[in-house]
């Protein structure tokens, strides 16, 4: 139980970081969309440090869909506790959510309408996702003391060198569609982010099972 309620604080605790530093970015940037991008990449990774390094050695610090399939596949996570850890990655995404507009006193339930589709959208985050599996599966093979580290810093630049922002993480896509702030993405947008993360996945499922053969 200590692993699933892990994954599902440090979730939560990882989406109240994206959303609250994008809500107090936007409304501390005067209009500016660099500086607002600037302190929630900033403010995500340091976060992200932080939870990694505390919660790892209980978790794992998963917190991400994809990350939970790709251990499975490679032996480290059985099925029924993958399935398991969804739960908590899904359900405490959301109430990170949740958490940040009772923080900010806004609204709780809201369906965000900002636009992020289309071809180079998805191929950010196909790159996104298989980015940040390949650091998460060469860190914790070659280097797993530095993991938090590498981690925290890949999705910090990848706020900024990819069109999609780095999501590379489903349970995130589903979350950022019920918050209509800085960090949002449409309902309808969804998919398209869920899809080409889960494909991501799978070809690197693919070839770490290969490279095991």
């Known amino acids: 139980m200590r692993s699933y309620l892990s994954e599902f604080v440090g979730t939560a605790l990882l989406l109240a970081i994206v959303a609250g530093s994008g809500l107090m970015g936007e409304s501390l940037a005067a209009g500016n969309a ?81 636009v992020r589709t289309g071809l180079g959208i998805w191929i950010s985050e196909f790159v996104s996702t298989l980015v940040l599996l390949s650091v998460i599966h060469i860190g914790d093979q070659k280097v797993k003391d530095r993991v938090p580290m590498l981690v925290a810093l890949t999705v910090t630049a990848g706020y900024w060198f990819t069109s999609s922002t780095f999501f590379a993480n489903p349970a995130v896509a589903v979350a950022r569609s019920l918050t209509n702030t800085f960090v949002g993405i449409a309902p309808n947008d969804v998919f398209g982010f869920v899809l080409a993360e889960i494909l991501a996945a799978l070809v690197m499922v693919g070839l770490f099972c290969r490279s095991k053969r």
């Open 34 to 114: 660099a500086v607002a991008l600037l302190g929630n990449s900033i403010a995500t990774g340091a976060g992200l440090y932080a939870l990694i390094v505390l919660l790892g050695p209980i978790s794992g610090a998963h917190f991400n869909p994809v990350v939970s399939l790709m251990f499975w596949k490679l032996g480290h996570l059985d099925f029924k506790k993958m399935l398991a850890y969804w739960g908590c990655q899904f359900t405490g995404a959301i109430a990170g959510i949740w958490l940040t507009h009772l923080m900010f006193s806004l609204p709780i339930i809201q369906e965000s309408t900002k």
